[in-house]
């Protein structure tokens, strides 16, 4: 046993009775609490009032909420869906019943109601009084902020705005006043001031229809069939006081005086049974409005005349209306039926999960909230073409997307890309749209409404950080810097937001870097005096310089596969196409080494630098020729390439000894200097001439290289090819030996000679003679000719009769040519005999 029932558990105990089947009830998003805090103290406020207790003894979250919320009056309300106001409004829609179908029925039939109606009647408008006065206290929600206003003051204004002058012409005694008037037929007319109470029935019945307790078809049928038995009970009603309305001399001329069906007359129709005459003039209305009278029962006179056009014409009207309503209910997919479904799958859901009605709450007021935002639906635009949509979006969004401050100073590219990939929502105030310390996946941008950056302490009390008005965005630092959400994000009025998913908004970044990286600067300048933004301020740079060189690399990239349109779009975009990788190459180098023509020119018209050389020392023009792309390689050259080689002479021996035709050919036409020398003063053409290979050798001739240049060792290319053996190679080299020192001009050939001075050492004595018998021999230069060195020799040497005489080698092999001698060779000058 419990003891002490408190105040408190009664008010528990009132709630709780108070949201009883309240969960299935589809209810107007205007017309329904969202959010805990907002129906916590709602329901406090109506119950202190109801059970006379204290209104200090609320709790703290409710205190915090009261005082925060705009438009609240401390003063007593009655909250739209507290119990006992309920069950009040079941009351008085009896009562709106009764009234909306008795009222012309009082109007056609009776002249004064008789003593037990009179009183029926009184009651009934006593009650609607009551009513009028308990709408100065019921609470609303704005239709512009969506909150609870309880404010006494703005109750009353809004009501008497609206129905209240109605409302309270219907509570009027119009039968004593009818009375008073000396039976006036014009104050007849005012009674039907009173037909405005069928409001309250039909919005019974749209409460009904979203109930997904009541089966929608029986609820839509139902609703139909009221509305078709209203409008011929009224046209029964209207039909028997058009025949009324006549002296009773002339009821003859009415229809239902001149009517007679059977052996059974209406005359003096006035002293008929009540009922009869009413289902007299309801069965005339029924057949008239289905158009299917048998002639029987007829207008009689002009006025009853024109009322039936007017009734027939009003009846098609209706009957396309009913038809309509029957086929979409056969048909099915109607925006309320779909807003049912989803309301009963999320029911199951949070039933089988066991939600609490907290999070139940938020999730109905929400589904509510779509389902009366339903004109931003994307599915309204889903079949329509992209370029349609990006247009519509650019016409709703672009204008707001353009003064957020965040986006200072981007691109109008980036704008529009931005504004092409965003959704657009609603809350309700009291919703938590983003917590602190959770991970982000979504950027808002505001376009309406106001939210609150709520920081949480470490004692879990909160702390207004800052207020979020229009053209204010949030979620961003999470999002660009990978970290948990700094502060929770509430709404404070009802808010139209603008959402970015964090993958579109990475997409359209890696694309438009160059406005990333004012983005990234606009968020520390916006938040400098943050103090969470300072400390981020590092992360923010060392994530600029991550970003930058991952742009290089995916410029490089596009470049390297030969993807044209994704390099332009990255470099309209503001990558920079001279940016090096790791290696020192840029998009020139790449481009060039895989033979893209397209690129090279694109790159080109960007004025990139053509010569620019990466860590190897290789240009763009020298990366063309390596890989064979002879056009990519007369692009260059055209825009001005070079090869930029330090040491040409290394550069192309080392080519001639790997034997590379091809790449020596493009090399050489590319204007590399085929006389160009090592370390060891070895041009390519004594290279190739010790190797033997006649078509290099035959090659760098034709390009120019010298056959005379001798390298460290007095050695010439004709020397080089004598030691390989290469008959071929030894004559192509002597021709072009004599070709080009005939070349040269007259006297330059001793001077070259002088340049190029060779010497042998000779010996009066055969190689093979004992060493004692040997005698000095005489070092002289090599003359152009072996007569010229045999007779320079005997002379030296003081010999006689040396017309005989030859020259041999130690192998005693005889020299026939002075192009055969080497420099400092030892020759023997014997005779021949």
Same mark, same amino acid.
């Given at each position: ?42 329901? =406090? ?23 925060? $919320? ?6 007593? =309300? ?20 009764? %009234? ?9 039939? =009776? ?25 100065? =206290? ?12 309880? !404010? ?52 019974? /019945? +749209? ?50 005086? +001149? ?74 997919? %109607? ?60 016409? @709703?969004?672009?204008?707001? $997307? ?11 590219? /980036? ?10 929502? /609603? ?72 959402? @970015? ?56 990239? #596009?470049?390297?596969?030969? *993807? ?51 860590? /190897?020392? !290789? ?27 330090? *040491? ?6 080392? +080519? ?33 001439? %010790? ?17 005379? #240049? ?13 030691? #390989? ?16 020192? %005939? ?73 026939? *040519? ?16």
């Amino acid at each position: 046993m419990r003891i002490g029932s408190t105040a408190d558990e009664r008010r528990r105990k009132a709630v709780e009775d108070e949201v009883v089947g309240e969960e299935y009830v589809v209810e107007d998003v205007r017309d329904h609490d969202h959010g805990r805090l907002t129906k916590r103290r709602s329901r =406090f406020t109506l119950l202190a009032g109801d059970l006379d207790l204290d209104p200090s003894r609320r709790d703290f979250n409710t205190e915090k909420f009261i005082d925060g $919320i705009r438009g609240c009056s401390p003063a007593l =309300f009655i909250h739209p869906q507290n119990s006992w106001y309920k069950a009040w409004e079941k009351f008085i829609l009896i009562w709106a019943v009764y %009234s909306s179908f008795f009222t012309p029925m009082e109007f056609g039939f =009776f002249r004064g109601l008789p003593k037990n109606l009179y009183f029926l009647d009184i009651a009934g408008q006593i009650a609607f009084l009551i009513d009028v006065v308990l709408h100065f =206290f019921i609470a609303y929600r704005d239709t512009q902020t969506y909150k609870m206003i309880s !404010n006494r003051n703005l109750i009353a204004v809004r009501y008497l705005k609206s129905h209240f002058l109605f409302d309270i012409l219907a509570c009027m005694p119009w039968d004593n006043i009818y009375r008073a008037s000396g039976r006036k037929e014009e104050v007849r007319y005012l009674l039907l001031l009173r037909l405005v109470r069928v409001r309250k029935v039909l919005e019974f /019945f +749209s409460r009904l229809e979203k109930d997904i307790r009541v089966n929608y078809l029986f609820s839509r049928i139902i609703k139909l069939i009221a509305v078709e038995l209203y409008c011929t009970h009224t046209a029964a009603c209207i039909f028997y006081y058009l025949a009324t309305t006549l002296p009773a001399v002339e009821e003859g001329y009415t229809w239902i005086g +001149s009517l007679k069906l059977g052996d059974y007359s209406y005359s003096n129709f006035r002293e008929i049974d009540l009922w009869k005459r009413y289902t007299t003039s309801l069965y005339f209305a029924i057949v008239t409005m289905a158009t299917v009278g048998y002639g029987e029962i007829h207008a009689v006179n002009m006025r009853e005349m024109i009322f039936v056009m007017i009734y027939v014409s009003f009846d098609m009207v209706l009957g396309a209306y009913l038809i309509g309503n029957m086929t979409a209910l056969i048909v099915k997919g %109607s925006k309320t039926e779909r807003y049912r479904d989803r309301m009963t799958d999320l029911l199951k859901y949070m039933n089988r999960n066991r939600l609490g009605r907290d999070i139940r709450n938020q999730i109905k007021g929400h589904l509510r909230l779509q389902y009366e935002s339903n004109y931003t639906d994307s599915t309204i635009l889903r079949d329509l073409p992209i370029s349609i949509r990006a247009k519509i979006s650019q016409t @709703l969004y672009k204008s707001y $997307i353009e003064k957020v401050s965040l986006f200072k100073g981007c691109s109008l590219e /980036f704008i529009n890309q931005v504004v092409t990939k965003v959704h657009e929502e /609603f809350f309700l105030p009291g919703e938590v749209i983003m917590e602190q310390g959770n991970a982000v996946e979504q950027l808002y941008f505001i376009c309406h409404g106001e939210l609150e950056e709520i920081g949480i302490c470490e004692d879990g009390s909160e702390e207004t950080v800052s207020i979020l008005k229009p053209h204010s965005s949030f979620g961003e630092v999470s999002i660009l810097c990978n970290i948990p959400q700094p502060y929770t994000v509430r709404v404070c009025e009802l808010c139209r937001l603008l959402r @970015l998913d964090k993958q579109s908004f990475s997409n359209i970044l890696e694309i438009y870097f160059h406005d990333g990286r004012k983005i990234l600067n606009n968020l520390v300048e916006f938040n400098a005096s943050d103090a969470r933004m300072k400390q981020l301020e590092t992360d923010i740079i060392l994530h600029i310089g991550k970003h930058e060189a991952e742009l290089a690399l995916r410029v490089n990239s #596009s470049a390297f596969y030969g *993807d044209l349109y994704q390099l332009k779009s990255l470099i309209r975009a503001g990558a920079d196409p001279n940016k090096k990788d790791y290696d020192g190459r840029t998009p020139l180098h790449l481009a060039a080494s895989k033979g893209y023509e397209d690129i090279t020119l694109f790159l080109i018209q960007e004025k990139v630098e053509v010569n620019v050389l990466d860590n /190897f020392g !290789n240009t763009p023009l020298l990366e063309a020729i390596k890989n064979g792309h002879d056009k990519v390689a007369s692009i260059l050259v055209k825009e001005g390439g070079s090869l930029k080689i330090d *040491d040409a002479g290394w550069f192309l021996c080392t +080519s001639v000894a790997r034997g590379d035709i091809d790449y020596i050919r493009r090399i050489l036409s590319n204007g590399v200097d085929p006389n160009s020398k090592d370390y060891d003063f070895r041009t390519p053409l004594h290279v190739a001439a %010790s190797q033997g290979s006649y078509i290099i050798v035959k090659l760098l001739v034709e390009a120019g290289a010298s056959v005379l #240049s001798k390298d460290r060792w007095g050695n010439t290319p004709l020397d080089e090819g004598r030691m #390989s053996g290469n008959k071929m190679l030894i004559k192509l080299l002597e021709e072009a030996k004599d070709v080009q020192l %005939s070349e040269l001009p007259e006297g330059s050939q001793e001077i070259t000679d002088k340049m190029h001075p060779r010497k042998c050492t000779v010996y009066a004595f055969h190689p093979w003679e004992e060493k004692d018998k040997i005698t000095c021999g005489v070092v002289l230069w090599i003359p152009r000719t072996t007569e010229q060195l045999i007779k320079t020799a005997a002379e030296q040497l003081k010999l006689e009769n040396y017309d005989t005489c030859c020259i041999v080698t130690e192998d005693a092999g005889k020299i026939l *040519d002075v192009d055969m001698i080497l420099d400092g060779q030892k020759l023997y000058l014997i005779s021949e005999e």
